[in-house]
């Protein structure tokens, strides 16, 4: 079988810092049926240095596509189209390039190839260029929607009709997590999402390395030097610097902490992104003297950053234009870590953690409640604390690729199974 993926961020490279759960979901598909001929479309992408034609691995095919010109302006994927959007509103301008030279470059791919579906990631615009072209080639196509990428959509005018159509279009669709799925269903009423929507719906999250190999102390001291670390315990954010991450919220809560508190720990923010600069001000502001900000971390560093530490946070919140997480994949990672995570309530969460179990969860946008579950997991005995890590580490084995790459595997067949059976 062939599959045609589009998706609008994809890794270049092992190495490229942009997230690459498309890719190694890719990856996992291939490992669960090797017969399978996966095709890779994504857009050009600057940052990384990709590169023109169909560019071969042994999982799949990956070709690029160019939206603007000249190509050295093309900068609204890469890293992420609405922080881009943020950083730079002129890119508004890019989109309806984007939006057709994605679809003329799809429409041409899926004739020549012929794919048994097209599957796409993200409602926008890969859902719609996917209804577009199945309809003019008569292929079946899937979508998963990842965070607000519909509800979004969904505030301007009409588009609750483009939703209903492409939903309907659809073979099949997925969600990441719960509170992705009922950002889908909000855009209908309850009873025509029932009756003609839900049963085409799963809930599959993407996956995550759930066995990572031991670090070695090693790779720690290294950490540590790179980072000047000292041996005091470490509270760790990792993930882009973007507002949806809430990572404003996280400092105000550290600075609000006793000094006593506050002073017997570091604070590590890693990762990178358009509000740095702020956030590095706001710690000046703030005056908070052990707070590291270390960039973007992959691989071994990442792996080092994550076994140092004693406390994993995600603050994110529902952001100022209604964007927010869908299921991060940090989450997943610091269970298969065996860490203790403080997870606020939009990150979804809730879909694997119990609280006070193997984890614990506030309430978004909350200073007053992070800084008092802060202390409170401070203060809370060191037995316990081992305890919610263990079942952390328990739980994450559900979530390992080879078992999300299988829930995938079996969602894409049975949906080519039903394309086929009706078509006869």
């Known amino acids: 079988m062939k599959i ?11 190495d490229d810092p942009i997230p690459s759960f498309v890719r190694e979901q890719a990856i996992w598909l291939k490992n669960h049926d090797s017969s399978l001929d996966i095709v890779a479309h994504a857009p050009h992408n600057i940052y990384s240095n990709t590169t023109s034609g169909s560019q071969p691995s042994l999982h799949y095919r ?36 984007m939006f057709v030279c994605q679809f003329l470059s799809l429409w041409r791919l899926a004739r020549r190839e012929r794919p048994a ?9 890969q859902a719609i260029n996917c209804a577009l072209v199945g309809k003019l080639c008569d292929i079946p196509f899937l979508f998963t929607t990842h965070a607000s990428d519909v509800s979004v959509l969904a505030k301007l005018p009409f588009n609750k009709k483009l939703i209903a159509w492409v939903c309907q279009r659809a073979s099949a669709y997925t969600a990441v997590s719960e509170r992705t799925a009922k950002k889908l269903a909000s855009c209908f009423e309850q009873q025509q999402w029932r009756n003609c929507y839900a049963d085409k719906l799963s809930i599959i999250p993407m996956g995550v390395d759930a066995r990572p190999s031991p670090v070695s102390h090693s790779i720690q001291e290294q950490t540590r030097q790179q980072f000047m670390l ?14 949806k991450k809430g990572v404003d919220i996280l400092l105000r809560s550290f600075a609000a902490l006793p000094a006593k508190t506050r002073d017997s720990l570091q604070l590590v923010i890693a990762g990178d992104g358009q509000l740095k600069s702020r956030l590095e001000e706001d710690v000046r502001n703030l005056k908070l003297s052990n707070v590291i ?53 939009a990150t979804g969460a809730e879909d694997v953690l119990e609280h006070g179990e193997n984890g614990f969860i506030f309430r978004s946008n909350s200073t007053e409640q992070l800084t008092s579950l802060l202390q409170q997991v401070i203060d809370m005995d060191l037995d316990r604390l081992m305890v919610i890590a263990k079942r952390a580490q328990a739980i994450a084995n559900r979530y390992h690729w080879d078992n999300i790459g299988k829930a995938y595997y079996d969602w894409i067949v049975a949906a080519d199974e039903n394309s086929m059976a009706r078509k006869h």
């Open 293 to 345: 900000f270390t960039g973007f971390v992959q691989g071994e560093t990442k792996d080092g950053l994550l076994s140092l530490s004693a406390l994993l946070c995600l603050p994110s919140i529902v952001d100022s234009r209604g964007d927010t997480e869908g299921f991060p994949v940090v989450l997943m990672e610091g269970l298969a870590h065996g860490k203790v995570i403080l997870a606020s309530d």
């Open 4 to 14: 045609l993926i589009t998706s609008s961020t994809f890794p270049a490279r092992d």
């Open 230 to 243: 000292d041996q005091r315990p470490i509270l760790l954010f990792i993930g882009r610097l973007t507002e």
């Open 62 to 97: 990956e070709i690029r596509f160019h939206y603007f010109w000249p190509y050295t302006w093309e900068r609204l994927s890469g890293r992420g189209i609405l922080p881009a959007l943020r950083a730079n509103p002129l890119l508004y301008l890019q989109i309806p390039f």
């Open 117 to 125: 579906l097209l599957y796409a990631h993200w409602f926008t615009p």
